[in-house]
């Protein structure tokens, strides 16, 4: 399914007259929807190709709107007279053991918005443990 994508994004490419990243990336986006209707409808059976990418489309949607959501919450409280976040910390059990996959995790983490922090010196936690501290900091 991969290549077939590939393939309607170059026809794509060659229908437009050129073959530039705008017309390779529409035409990958364009022959993606081609393809998940005709897995849909039947026509095609299912491939993980098709799945996979729903599924990532999918959980970015779901993490730009918790990040929305989570923004406009921390917004509202600044905002309002009264202050409703409360301080809080929290030690989450590892599975990873890499120092890479540790920094990958933080860096996932200090990326997600203002409600999530890594915990900090202040806040010593066991090795095997991660720490998110549940306050705008």
Request: net charge neutral; hydrophobic share 55%.
């Amino acid at each position: 399914m991969l290549l077939a994508n590939v393939l309607l994004a170059l026809a794509w490419g060659a229908l437009q007259g050129e073959l530039s990243t705008r017309t390779l990336t529409s035409g990958l986006v364009l022959g993606y929807l081609i393809l998940l209707a005709l897995v849909r409808g039947g026509v095609l059976p299912p491939s993980r190709h098709v799945g996979r990418v729903h599924r990532i489309v999918g959980l970015a949607a779901f993490f730009l709107w918790e990040l929305v959501r989570a923004n406009l919450r921390l917004a509202l409280d600044v905002a309002t007279p009264s202050y409703h976040i409360t301080p809080g910390i929290i030690a989450v059990p590892l599975d990873v053991t890499t120092d890479l996959e540790i920094l990958l995790l933080f860096a996932t983490l200090v990326a997600i918005g203002p409600l999530v922090r890594p915990a900090s010196e202040s806040a010593p936690l066991p090795s095997t443990r991660f720490g998110l501290a549940d306050f705008p900091g």
